[in-house]
Each structure stands twice: as C-alpha cells, then as structure tokens.
C-alpha cells in the first residue's frame, strides 16, 4: 500500500489535535509538553536529548503498538513539530555555542526528516505532521516556525505534498485545501478552496490521498 504524508497545521486552539485524534490505526506522538488529551494509541515524549533520542523513543513506541495491536500502526501523528522544534532549539542552544547552534539545528532537521522518510514511510507508515502557525509579519502570510536553511525552503511545507489548515473563522472551524494565505497543498483533483469542519472527514482525505499515490505509483520508471 501506498504511504503518505499530510501537514495538519492551525493557531493554538484550533482544533488540530482533536481532528488527527480522529485518525483510526495511528499512533500518536505527542510533543507538546502537556499530557495527550484523547483516547487513541499515543505517547507522551518529555526528554529530548538529541534527535536520537526522538527517533528511538518512536521506535519504541511502534514496537509497543505492535504487540498490543498486533499490527504496525497505519499512520504516525507528530504532535506538534513546533514543540519538538523548540526543545531541539533549547537543547542545541544549551549545548553549542555560536554558529554550531543552527548548524546542529540544520543537521537534526535532516536527520529527522531523513528518519520519517527512510524509516516510516520505507516500512509502509505514513506520516501526518501537525504543527502551529504564526503570521509573517513582512508578507502577511501564515507560517510554520522555523530557522536557517529549513525555514528559508518552506519549512515543514516543503517537505509534504499536502497539507491542510484549519481556519477559526467567526467561532466555526474551516477546513482549507488550497490557496496562498495558508501553509496548504494537495495533489488531489476537483478538491475545493475550502470546506466546513463539519463536513470533513480526515479518514476519508487521506484514503484519498492514499489511493491518488498508488495511482501515481504506477507511472514511476
């Protein structure tokens, strides 16, 4: 089966956790420094000694799915990245000095997106990324926090081919697919701007999603 991967990303409070909790034969990593609220498969990481210790702490949890469910989870949440983008930059900020610091940042980046392709997705996991926004003061536009090389090619964006963002727009939640405001992508046809919380279903999008790969998959020489 096709693996994907899909950008969840909101304000605080918009809505983002309880949406991917949603999400059925997921295994969620939470990194946001506060118990996980749902009861879905998860774990709470709280130690980050480098990013070894993420990959091997999820590693772990797999392992732990597996025997309980007997069957490797479907799809691995990371909530959110931003947090676990901040205890990366706290950690390397405390341990190097100077350039070092985003140099390391730079190298932890890869390494953890090297881990996601190369371990998760090769394995048959997809992956679905959840993360904060801010708006960029200069252009207006919503943007996941980041730095150095990362942030300069997009951040987290640029490393999906889809990604959604949910919009707290007059107290109602809305769904957005597409458009230039938002951090948003999708390799899916006759997909709307936009589309109300209350009519979508994750499950569905990323079936979806699933089957447009295996299509795709087939024209790969």
């Not at 309880?18 to 997921?26: H, M, N, V, Y």
Request: aromatic letters at 10%.
């Amino acid at each position: 089966m096709a693996t994907i991967k899909l950008l969840v990303s909101a304000y605080e409070s918009s809505g983002k956790s309880t949406l991917t909790s949603q999400i059925k034969d997921a295994l969620v990593i939470n990194f946001d420094r506060k118990e996980y609220g749902f009861n879905v498969p998860h774990a709470n990481f709280t130690n980050y000694e480098g990013m070894g210790s993420v990959c091997n702490f999820i590693n772990e949890k797999i392992k732990k799915y597996k025997e309980t469910f007997n069957s490797l989870p479907k799809v691995v949440v990371l909530d959110t990245v931003t947090q676990l983008y901040s205890a990366m930059a706290r950690y390397n900020g405390a341990k190097y000095t100077g350039f070092n610091i985003h140099s390391q940042n730079n190298a932890d980046t890869l390494d953890f997106n090297a881990y996601v392709e190369e371990v998760l997705i090769a394995n048959g996991i997809s992956v679905v990324i959840v993360a904060h926004t801010t708006v960029d003061p200069d252009s207006g536009s919503h943007i996941i926090p980041a730095s150095g090389q990362f942030s300069k090619a997009g951040s987290w964006l640029s490393v999906v081919n889809d990604a959604i963002f949910i919009e707290k727009a007059s107290g109602k939640l809305v769904v957005h697919f597409k458009g230039f405001k938002y951090p948003t992508r999708t390799t899916l046809k006759d997909t709307p701007d936009k589309v109300g919380i209350e009519n979508f279903n994750i499950n569905e999008y990323i079936d979806k999603l699933i089957n447009s790969k295996t299509e795709a998959n087939k024209f790969v020489l």
